[in-house]
């Protein structure tokens, strides 16, 4: 049934370097309305706004937010209301994501960026939930235990379409997404993070601490990369744009520059160098995002 969620790639070359070891596990295939690795980050989330009683989902993020856009179709799907607390006040011209956004029913609130600058904080949360209550209060990114919680499903999809495939990557923003694929693969595994941000000296905190939320003790081998960022987080260079249009081209999967490009550029990298064997069989994770590609100009919109 999860079958067609595996994406084995062929020989041909991307930019001299073949990648017929590399598996695709396809999350941009799931998820219905909301493709991708948010969905099951918002899982659980969903389950303890049920267990409280609440019907009002609040949360955070920039105007291509993933997130937010994720929440927005959930939430129109589950007949739950919807707040988006927006970095930066509106512009004229609305991003294509927060349309979506919108047209499923989310408010949107615009907020200054200092203000968003406190969205961890104690005091602001309890002011936001107090605004909008009765309502739960999700962290920007999805990024809590239930989020993590809510990813070791991926482990179980990872399991079901690749038993043998040892080696895991995908790529890393909160760290929750890798946590809970971690924790729900267990030892015998190695899994191993690109990030997308550009030295994000806490998120090997972040994972220790959402592998401990997720209650389980045997966990998979885990590491993240912090050299692949091309620039800083939703930055490309012209390597990465040279690389993404050759691979979509050369094996028709559509990747967006913010999260899966560099993931798979890292890999193509570490190919390259010989860092790593071109016959061990690796699984990359194709974490959706796909929605973004209509920021980007430069790649088409098909
Ligand atoms: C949010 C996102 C990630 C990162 O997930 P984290 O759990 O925050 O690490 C990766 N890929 C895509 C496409 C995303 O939208």
Redesign the pocket.
Known sequence: MNSNLLNPLDNMPVCDVAMGNVSLLRLDRTGGPAP???AF?LRENLAQAQRLGVSRLVSFGGAWS??LHALAAVGRDEGLETVGIVRGEAVLNESAMLRDARSWGMQLVHVSRAEYQQRNECEYLQQIKDRFAPCLVIPE?G?NAEGARGCMVIAGLVKDVAPQTGRIVL????????AGIAAGLGSGYEVVGIS?LKGAGDLERRVTQALVDCGKTDVAQWRILHDYHCGGFARSNTALRDFMLEFENVHGVPL?PV??GKMLFALHQLLQCGEWDCTTPVLAIH???LQGRRGYSWLSSA
């Open positions: 991708g690795n948010k980050k993933n997130h990114g990024a790529s890393v923003g909160t760290g929750t997404t890798l997308a967006e999260y899966t974490t959706g995002g």
